[in-house]
């Protein structure tokens, strides 16, 4: 029996809100904490810090929102194509029938999915040359400030500065940054490029970077996995140490360092040397050199007494010198006269071999005359070619212009006759020769060529004839196309 309108239903009443509330009520008890496993797609940062995405697989659609204090605990950064395993809750939002994840942990799907995100952004990074091992520089021996960039309450900072006060105390420069989780890896990013801009007056700039980080998984390491941590180490001008993680450890800022050192406190012992050590080789150098010194001189004086005993004596040397001095004295006293004299005949003897100006100046006359002489004949060659050639010019001048008159005149009769032809092949396609065998042009108003299927009472149409044309308006009775296949003996009036 169908109840009528008046009769009361016993299936209770909702209201919207009420029939929402219990929705919403029902979705978060049941589903307070689910692992859904997706790929990232349509990720959004908003300005407030939220984070809106979607996960999806081939057969559904989940939308999901991680708040901004849960987004600055995530251990990756999330990015569009990612596959991961997100944990959190599922909601209601009752203002548009939607349901959607809130998101408190996230993680990529598996290890062979993170390691293979990691071997694509290597080769890439690589294709570009960032790891050439032509762009790393040498490691000073003795930095004098040494810049760190690491957590400044972890274990990593402590062991570092103990093992520097251990080996060799310098000075060093802590710049403080988080090693995990969101905006980890823009803050080891600002820190290389914070100490690479020091100015030269005020703080001073170091000599070494070592950026450093404990051990932990691949996901708590991720953040030095990221490109703008690795082109901040590759751009840097200062020499850098990266120790991220255990030995077994490797991230991609490993291959853009100058260096890598297996552990933190391995890369306080790559930066500077043992000081016992240094001054001990020092001293071991020093002892060395003035042994070697003092056999040098030892050496030396035996060989001075063994040279000594070969030389003359003194006075002997002296005495004989003495002796040879006055004879040289006593010969340049006779020397000079008789080399006067000498000089004095040469000079007679070239006199003599002089020929005098007078003679001279004759002579080039002569050249001078002979020359001129020479040029004139020379010039009135050269006239007469010139002018035997420009009268071979104008001969031929001359004979190209006869040849030219008649060319021109064949020119002309040729285009002529091209002309003439092309003129008649013109005629033979114009419409008017069909008109000439009886055949007329109908036209419309604006001049356009017209069917029997345009015709239509009153219009205005034009009839070109070969004798000339007149204007006409198609009538009541114009004739209509028939349809093919029918015959039709009557013929409607044009006009």
């Known amino acids: 029996m169908i109840p009528t309108m008046n009769e009361r239903s016993n299936v209770p009443e909702f209201s919207v809100a009420e029939l929402s509330g219990a929705l919403k009520r029902t979705v978060e008890e049941t589903f307070a904490h689910v692992r859904v496993r997706g790929e990232i797609s349509g990720f959004k940062r908003h300005s407030s810090g939220h984070l809106y995405f979607a996960l999806k697989d081939a057969d559904a659609v989940l939308d999901a929102v991680c708040w901004r204090g849960q987004a600055g605990r995530l251990a990756m950064a999330p990015e569009d194509g990612m596959e991961v395993i997100a944990t959190g809750r599922l909601t209601t939002y009752p203002g548009r029938s939607k349901y959607q994840m809130v998101v408190e942990r996230m993680e990529l799907a598996g290890q062979g999915a993170l390691l293979k995100l990691l071997e694509d952004r290597r080769r890439k990074l690589a294709a570009e040359g960032l790891f050439e091992q032509a762009r790393k520089k040498p490691i000073p021996f003795l930095p004098a400030v040494i810049g760190i960039v690491t957590s400044p309450t972890g274990a990593v900072i402590r062991d570092i500065l103990h093992r520097l006060a251990d080996r060799f105390p310098r000075r060093v420069l802590l710049w403080p940054v988080a090693v995990q989780g969101d905006g980890a890896a823009e803050q080891v990013a600002r820190a290389i490029q914070g100490f690479n801009t020091f100015p030269q007056d005020g703080v001073p700039r170091p000599d070494l970077l070592i950026v450093a980080r404990g051990g932990g998984s691949v996901e708590d390491l991720w953040a030095f996995n990221e490109e703008v941590v690795v082109r901040a180490a590759a751009e840097s001008r200062i020499p850098l140490i990266s120790a991220v993680g255990h030995e077994t450890d490797t991230t991609l800022i490993d291959f853009a360092s ?32 003035v042994g070697a010194m003092a056999r040098g001189l030892e050496e030396r004086r035996i060989r001075v007494q063994h040279l000594s005993r070969a030389l003359p004596n003194p006075r002997r040397v002296i005495d004989d010198a003495r002796l040879k001095l006055d004879d040289r004295a ?21 006199s003599g071999q002089l020929r005098h100006p007078r003679e001279l100046l004759a002579a080039k006359a002569h050249q001078l005359d002979s020359l001129s002489t020479r040029l004139g004949h020379a010039l009135k060659s050269a006239l007469q070619a010139e002018k035997a050639r420009q009268d071979r010019l104008a001969l031929k001048l001359e004979q190209v212009g006869q040849r030219l008159a008649p060319s021109m005149t064949r020119l002309l009769a ?10 008649k092949l013109l005629e ?38 070969k004798d000339g044309k007149t204007d006409v308006v198609v009538g009541h009775g114009a004739a209509k196309p028939k349809a093919k296949g029918k015959d039709d003996v009557r013929q409607g009036s044009l006009l």
């Not at 100058?258 to 016992?276: K, S, Y």
């Not at 040729?414 to 003129?423: C, F, G, I």
């Not at 345009?454 to 034009?462: H, K, L, M, P, R």
Request: a neutral charge.
């Open 258 to 289: 100058d260096l890598r050192a297996p552990t933190p406190t391995a890369a306080a012992e790559m930066a500077v040397p043992v000081r016992a050590e240094l001054v001990a080789t020092v001293a071991d150098c020093t002892a060395r050199l």
């Open 330 to 350: 006593e010969r340049l006293g006779l020397a000079l006269p008789n080399l006067l004299h000498r000089r004095q005949a040469d000079l007679d003897k070239l």
């Open 414 to 423: 040729e285009q002529a006759r091209r002309l003439d032809a092309s003129a």
């Open 428 to 465: 033979s396609y114009s419409y008017k020769n069909v008109l000439d065998r009886g055949f007329a042009v109908v036209r419309d108003g604006d001049g356009k060529l017209v069917s029997a299927a345009d015709a239509q009472t009153g219009a205005a149409w034009s009839i070109e004839f």
